[in-house]
């Protein structure tokens, strides 16, 4: 495939969502200025299986998140402990309740395991980026679809994420 050909599909594609977006935003104003603060839990997601989240919208168009995902476990002689600290920046595509918004940040991901004597720890930082969708409802429920591409250690992979929450 020629990079003309590419280019033209890229930009088709791009334009295609964003009329599709328009298309399905809705009417109303813009329930991201009036509920600035949001919370809730994302499934799968930038820390694999699930995190809670917390968002704040700087303005209509620009938010901050972070969250957490914590997976641990013991038996008599031993336990294990991982822990996902994602954090990163949403920016909205279109100024409705109902936007596409392009997403990135990384992922701080500290694990350890004690067994006996042996304790061990480690740390490791992954990226993420991403387009997905959300609808912010006037009464504070959130929706959220979005399509990560997570990468680290010259590698990626595309993963999905379903977050349901609340703004207030």
Do not use: C
Request: hydrophobic share 45%; proline share 2%.
């Amino acid at each position: 495939m020629s990079r003309k050909v590419l280019f033209r599909y890229a930009a088709f594609s791009l334009m295609a969502a964003l009329s599709w977006g328009n298309a399905w935003a809705g009417g109303g104003d813009n329930n991201r200025i009036r509920l600035r603060n949001a919370v809730g839990i994302e499934l799968l997601g930038n820390s694999l299986l699930y995190s809670f989240y917390y968002q704040r919208m700087l303005d209509q168009s620009f938010g901050l998140d972070a969250g957490l995902a914590m997976y641990g476990g013991s038996d008599g002689d031993g336990s294990s402990f991982v822990a996902f600290i994602p954090f990163g920046a949403k920016v909205y595509l279109i100024p409705k309740n109902g936007s596409i918004y392009l997403t990135g940040g990384g992922v701080l991901l500290t694990a350890s395991t004690s067994s006996g004597p042996f304790d061990e720890e480690a740390s490791t930082l992954y990226g993420y980026a991403g387009l997905g969708f959300e609808h912010r409802a006037d009464g504070g429920f959130i929706f959220r679809f979005t399509a990560y591409s997570l990468f680290a250690n010259g590698g990626f992979f595309i993963w999905p994420g379903l977050t349901i929450g609340y703004s207030f």
